[in-house]
């Protein structure tokens, strides 16, 4: 079950510096989606995913890929032109997976501005994650994408989280 994160905890994103949690909620809320580029659950729900992040690109928080297990390379090789499009944090030895308490991937996560979990919904169960997004997009004020849509894939349990 996803658990606030420490906020000293540090994101290394794939372009750019370092930094931790408190530093990147500075103005806005994050958002991100966290996969194991070596499963293909993660793979299942890439298409999805980049879909459900592109929706809330242009409203009021912050939207990232999180790459577990995966170098700034692997991240590239997994995510494509995904990984220069949005934010990607690397995290090759799974810490800030286990920081945020995740036990399944893939998993979408709302951090608020004051570093609490807003929602999380793990492994892709179409009504959780809908009620993620449902809730972001009335805090945003902006419009939730459809979920699931007809392209997306059939719910799974995801995979262990830790590796």
Do not use: Y
């Not at 929706?55 to 170098?71: E, H, I, P, S």
């Amino acid at each position: 079950m996803a658990t606030d994160p420490p906020p000293q905890l540090v994101l290394t994103p794939i372009r750019g510096k370092p930094r931790t949690v408190r530093e990147l909620l500075t103005t806005f809320h994050l958002v991100f989606v966290a996969l194991d580029p070596f499963t293909n659950e993660s793979a299942w729900i890439l298409p999805t995913a980049a879909r459900i992040l592109t929706v809330f690109d242009q409203a009021d928080c912050r939207v990232a890929w999180l790459v577990a297990g995966a170098t700034p390379e692997e991240c590239r090789m997994f995510l494509g032109p995904w990984a220069e499009q949005m934010l990607t944090f690397a995290d090759p030895d799974r810490e800030a997976v286990k920081a945020f308490g995740l036990e399944r991937l893939p998993a979408l996560v709302h951090l608020g501005i004051d570093g609490t979990i807003v929602g999380a919904a793990e492994g892709w169960k179409p009504a959780e994650w809908r009620a993620v997004t449902d809730r972001l997009a009335k805090m945003m004020s902006w419009r939730a994408p459809a979920i699931p849509s007809p392209r997306d894939p059939a719910p799974f349990v995801g995979t262990p989280a830790p590796g």
